[in-house]
């Protein structure tokens, strides 16, 4: 029997870890319960093991723990000689108090422009109110009065390693947008409106919780925590009319662990160690909260759960108690590589990187992916689908568990040694990371969490993405900030990622979710009534913890709208991004493959490639996953489609198909890169051409109107990546994947994506010719289907000689060999094309030559 009060319970004296004897508890399990992965594995086992947790096991908690008892006193207990300041009772008639009461409330009177819900971490970690009536954090300091929990960087001074408090810079004035566009000074009171709500934000979060910083570090406060003396939960569910921890480690028993709630609506259970000193869960037990909501009785994964697995034949994920023993636990070997100044991403899915129908694991992506990465010479690595999501065809952007990495790939463990792997290869390792929706699903999800609609997202229509099928977050709500902005700073903490790419920002920054609307450029689509400021806020605040606890990381935006002011420091009343996602890009070549090689304009290619607003920095790409999911083709197939089923062997015969999409498709991507930013995507496989498209596995649809969507018999065959085509020395891909790695070498030797020197000097609609000049470098483009140039001149800066050092014709990249790289260019002293000097070149049809300037 369980001696339970509510909110706590009492130590009894079998263990449930480390023995097989039977206990009070009921019929416990009597092993731990450990996950590993081996290489050759599905992506996850359970296997029955001896507990190795010890009774001084490291404490995951912070040095207070406090302890709800039946009467709604607080009482604080320590565990370490660390000082804290006494807090004072909170007045139940606080206006604080009845906001966050955590009882339902309409949508309207939960947020409003002045009125911020503060939550129970004031209370839990200690706290005071003012004068004002605002409940005040008190901040928990060690013996060298410095900030419990606040990261440390280490620097260099006179040969030795000192520690220095990273720290987020205060708000700027947010004026220096105008100085560097103009224009936007008709939009003043919309910018300089939504700046100050940032400003007032970060005042709010100053006051009432101590600082960004402080807020953001909600992963220590919620979810699971062990300390010396056992293990406390908490969750937010203000909805909820009841609530208990059940799990293995309880035989389900909903009464055998009863949390209490406080005024804020968070629930809390302190769970003491066994007699024995053994934790009163193991780790690898199954998880979950049981509610009494609006809604019913539901059992809910935690939503602060740090992994979750899916049982064989069960549809619904159960959350796993995660806290392997001390000596199990992976430990970074290696630091993370400084930012680079040029990013060439190669972005990936560990579960579809296999050249097998299979889903590939973490373990086979660090060992066999990752040098396959960096021998091609990218720098960066950015991982698709690593947040826990039920839908594996959701390609990982219906994510249910948020601070969980995906269990089919392996443990965290796993991605931890993945990532350290990345560093020790000198790859940036980013994180595809999703705070635009969230899953619709509400058994393993935070839909409905605590029965309740407006929970964590907006409710009715404006919490819906009708097209996503997917819940929207209501960014203007003091515990949703909370959960995202620990969310992002989690898996930089613990997982050591490089930074992010977020996914969807265009939903996010308006009320339309840019559904149905064709942006023009007009200033007035990007700052009225449509634009989400709450959102964008949000962004402005993610951007500032990452930037000023992070200083190395990165961070991409997805945007289509082309917001201005999206990749300017938050400070100078910017957005914040470091670069925004050029996706005009792959939707203009789609549209230029579709017409007839005659029809296709320089001029048109041109612009969109260079149509990005001054000094805000893009990630160019001709193709992401994007445009290689089933409805659609890579850029490979697009050019050359069945043919590449029959004529990709060389030693069999080509064909013109073949010939001019090869030619074309090395062509596309450099001038991609060349032009399209300061940073370069590819979606692994596309460098050498990858045929077909993605198709996850999945079974027959049957919608409520009687419709059925055929599926495709839950079949991998087309979600892998088939790299043995492109490594065999046999085929057609092999030149299309050396030419990739010659482009990305180049770049990283001349670092011609961030020269503060362009200009193109041609583009021909007559011979098809496009030329221009970044750093050093002249490149030279001759598009037509027939036409080769003898003698053929070019503008350029700087005086001198010139030497080839790309060729897209190079018989080594499925070329023709139509060039000698032997020869030298000298200029002469002749303007052409507006350019001071030139030399004369050989400019072969379908081709891409790059000449750089030979400096003594």
Request: include cysteine; proline fraction near 5%.
């Amino acid at each position: 029997m369980v001696y339970s009060l509510s909110g706590i319970r009492l130590p009894t004296v079998p263990t449930a870890c480390s023995s097989n004897r039977s206990s009070n508890h009921g019929e416990r399990k009597s092993v731990n319960l450990s996950l590993f992965v081996r290489k050759d594995s599905f992506p996850w086992k359970i296997f029955a093991g001896k507990s190795s947790h010890d009774s001084d096991s490291s404490s995951m908690a912070t040095a207070t723990e406090k302890i709800l008892i039946p009467g709604g006193k607080a009482e604080l207990s320590s565990s370490s000689t660390d000082s804290v300041e006494a807090p004072e009772a909170v007045p139940e008639d606080s206006q604080v108090c009845q906001e966050v009461a955590g009882t339902p409330m309409e949508e309207d009177s939960r947020i409003h422009s002045e009125q911020y819900n503060v939550s129970s971490e004031l209370v839990s970690r200690g706290s005071k109110v003012d004068d004002e009536q605002h409940v005040v954090p008190v901040r928990v300091m060690d013996n060298n009065n410095k900030v419990e929990g606040a990261p440390l960087e280490f620097q260099e001074s006179d040969g030795k390693s000192e520690p220095k408090l990273r720290s987020i810079p205060p708000p700027g004035t947010g004026q220096r947008i105008y100085k560097i566009d103009p224009m936007l000074e008709g939009h003043r009171n919309h910018l300089d409106y939504r700046y100050g709500h940032y400003k007032k934000m970060r005042e709010l979060i100053d006051k009432n919780e101590g600082g960004l910083e402080a807020f953001s570090r909600g992963y220590e406060k919620f979810g699971f925590h062990r300390s010396s003396t056992g293990i406390t939960y908490r969750e937010w569910a203000p909805g909820a009319k009841g609530a208990a921890l059940i799990g293995d480690f309880n035989n389900w028993n909903p009464n055998a662990d009863v949390m209490t709630r406080n005024e804020f609506g968070v629930w809390e259970i302190f769970l003491p160690n066994n007699a024995d000193g053994s934790p009163p869960i193991c780790h690898g037990s199954q998880v979950k909260i049981r509610m009494d909501t609006p809604s019913g009785i539901k059992d809910s994964i935690p939503a602060w759960i740090k992994f979750s697995v899916q049982a064989p034949g069960e549809i619904p994920y159960d959350g796993i108690y995660y806290d392997p023993p001390e000596e199990e636990k992976y430990v970074f070997k290696h630091p993370q590589p400084k930012r680079p100044k040029s990013l060439r991403i190669y972005e990936s899915h560990v579960g579809m990187s296999s050249t097998e129908p299979v889903i590939n694991t973490y373990a086979n992506f660090r060992d066999d992916v990752l040098p396959r990465i960096k021998r091609l010479g990218y720098n960066a690595v950015q991982i698709m689908a690593i947040q826990e999501h039920s839908y594996y065809a959701s390609f990982g952007y219906h994510v249910t568990n948020f601070f969980a990495p995906s269990s089919r790939f392996g443990t965290p463990d796993d991605l931890k040694s993945l990532i350290d792997k990345a560093h020790e290869l000198g790859l940036l390792v980013l994180m595809d990371i999703v705070h635009s929706h969230a899953s619709n699903n509400v058994l393993d999800g935070l839909n409905k969490f605590d029965g309740t609609d407006s929970h964590y997202f907006h409710s009715g229509a404006r919490g819906y993405h009708w097209m996503w099928d997917s819940r929207l977050f209501n960014y203007g709500h003091w515990e949703v900030l909370r959960f995202l902005l620990s969310n992002a700073r989690w898996w930089l903490e613990e997982y050591k990622f490089d930074g992010f790419r977020f996914d969807g920002v265009t939903s996010m920054m308006y009320t339309h979710h840019g559904l149905q609307v064709a942006f023009t450029g007009n200033y007035n689509e990007y700052f009225g009534f449509a634009t989400d400021v709450d959102a964008v806020v949000y962004l402005m605040l993610v951007n500032d913890l990452i930037h000023g606890l992070f200083p190395e990381a990165v961070t991409v935006g997805e945007d289509v709208s082309g917001m201005p002011t999206f990749c300017i420091p938050v400070q100078d009343g910017g957005v914040g991004f470091d670069y925004r996602l050029h996706m005009a890009i792959a939707d203009k070549w789609i549209e230029v493959l579709q017409k007839r090689d005659e029809d296709w304009s320089m001029g048109d290619i041109v612009h969109t490639l260079t149509n990005k607003r001054w000094s805000e920095k893009c990630v160019a790409y001709a193709e992401s996953h994007d445009q290689a999911l089933v409805g659609d083709k890579t850029t490979a197939f697009w050019l050359m489609d069945k043919d590449m089923y029959d004529f990709m062997a060389l030693d069999g015969p080509s064909t013109p198909v073949i010939d001019r999409g090869i030619a074309l498709h090395k062509m596309i991507r450099l001038i991609t890169m060349g032009l399209g930013g300061e940073g370069y995507l590819n979606f692994m496989g596309n460098e050498f051409g990858h045929p077909e498209w993605i198709d996850f596995p999945r079974g027959e649809q049957h919608l409520p109107d009687g419709k059925v969507i055929p599926g495709n018999n839950d079949s991998y065959d087309k979600c892998r990546r088939r790299f043995d085509l492109g490594d065999a020395g046999y085929l057609r891909y092999r030149g299309m994947q050396e030419f990739d790695q010659a482009m990305q070498h180049l770049e990283e030797k001349y670092g011609f994506m961030t020269s503060g020197h362009q200009y193109i000097s041609r583009k021909d609609e007559g011979d098809r010719t496009i030329v221009f000049e970044r750093g050093n470098l002249v490149f030279v483009f001759n598009f037509h289907w027939n036409n080769s140039y003898s003698d053929f001149r070019i503008g350029c800066l700087k005086p001198g000689k010139y030497k080839l050092v790309l060729d897209s014709d190079d018989k080594l990249f499925g070329g023709f060999d139509r060039i000698d790289h032997r020869a030298e260019y000298f200029t002469t002293e002749m303007w052409y094309d507006g350019r001071p000097h030139s030399f004369l070149v050989y400019a072969p049809c379908r081709t891409a030559v790059v000449y750089a300037l030979v400096e003594d």
